[in-house]
């Protein structure tokens, strides 16, 4: 049995490990754009008096994050001309996403929605190539003996931008405007160029495809060829479609449905947001250890469900701060939870050969829900009203949760197969 100092000293020793610091930084890097085309820019759009089905519409914008999956195998087949394969393509993604995000500054969802929507695509097609080689950086860096502590540095750091992008600078753009409050985003982005320059070059980056067509068939056969490989694809679809359709429209909700200001919106909601997600993920980490795979994805999976019905109660009971805070500290806290055991699934399903591409197009596929329930979801609004939207919402969750009771026994080989996986590494 392992003593209380030992999980102590791992983490000291990992507070002060240039790859760990590294996967701190670049998590935050990967997670300051991802709001501003999503939730901040709805927020933005909001603000500025744009109808909701036309901000539903924007929810498209996300596309890339879905398609990431098309692009990727270009990323591990071909170097860029500096710093190796990883930190090469991370160091241009970087500095074209700090020129797009600029660019999204210069531009108003009033008098050019199409420039500010042609703007946030690009911003999101560069965020999410990003993704994908931050990801691959990230395996190729870390041990799986450390896997758990990486997973913990990009969460930490990808949260904590989230919150910036989604919180700070809502409330910044409250008082001094959206232009300063983007161009701010900007050169942040900048200056997260020098972690890519610091961060150490992974020892073995793997094998460099000899052909496009090797990387691209590749990953996919492997994927693929594994029992239950179908089921396990649907089930990254629906885990959390109910979870991603009742936030698609969360700033809409809070400020069009339900009268908020953006100072309230930005504290009592998106700051609470994203504490309560970070708190969610650590004690589901920890619950996780304990229960497993299946277990976990099960009763996180229901409880997701059931959390919807809080933004329901809201809708009902009209303009309380104080239910807002207990409607998204109670949603965004159990849909951390769930977030903890599903990214521990897609994790099990990637080969250590191929887990850029693979890793890439399990994610594409989990973004789904949240791109394109935009659309939907705004329709919907505006024919049945917010309560019996998130009703509806708490149903879309059900197939997930059958599938996942019907694919028991395939989940648990599944975490068995990747057990004595990393056991073999060690």
Known sequence: MPTPQQPRLKLRQALGDKRMTAI????????????????????????????????????????????????????????????????????????????????????????????????????????????????????????????????AATAFGYRTAAMFAGTVIV?????????FA??????????????????????????QPKTLTDAVLHPLQELLSRKGAWGFLLLVLLYKIGDAFALTLYSAFMIKGMGFSLDQLSIAGKLNMTLSTMLGTAIGGLFYMRWGLFRSLLIFGVCQSFSNLMYMWLAIAGKHVWLLVLATSVDTMIGGMGQAAFVAFIVCQCSTNFSA???ALLSALASVPRVFMGPIAGQLVAVIGWAHFFVVTFLCAMPGLILLVLLRKSIYALEARDNARLSESR
């Open 182 to 207: 983007y161009f701010l985003v900007s050169a942040i982005m900048v200056a997260m160029i020098f972690a890519t320059l610091r961060a150490p070059e992974p020892m073995a980056s793997g094998a």
């Open 357 to 359: 591409t693979q890793y």
């Open 24 to 151: 701190l930084l670049l998590g935050f890097s990967s997670g300051l754009p991802l709001n501003l085309t999503g939730s901040t820019l709805q927020a933005w759009m909001a603000h500025a008096g744009v109808d909701i089905k036309t901000i539903g519409l924007f929810g498209l914008v996300g596309v890339p994050y879905v398609l990431k999956f098309l692009w990727a195998p270009l990323l591990d087949r071909y170097l860029p001309p500096l710093l190796g394969r990883r930190r090469g393509w991370i160091l241009l993604y970087q500095l074209a996403l700090a020129v797009g995000i600029a660019v999204m500054g210069l531009n108003s969802p009033t008098k050019a929605p199409y420039l500010l929507g042609l703007a946030a695509i690009a911003v999101a097609f560069l965020s999410a190539s990003q993704d994908i080689v931050i990801d691959a950086y990230r395996v190729d860096v870390i041990p799986p003996s450390e896997r758990a502590l990486a997973a």
């Open 171 to 179: 409330l910044m753009a409250a008082h001094v405007g959206w232009r």
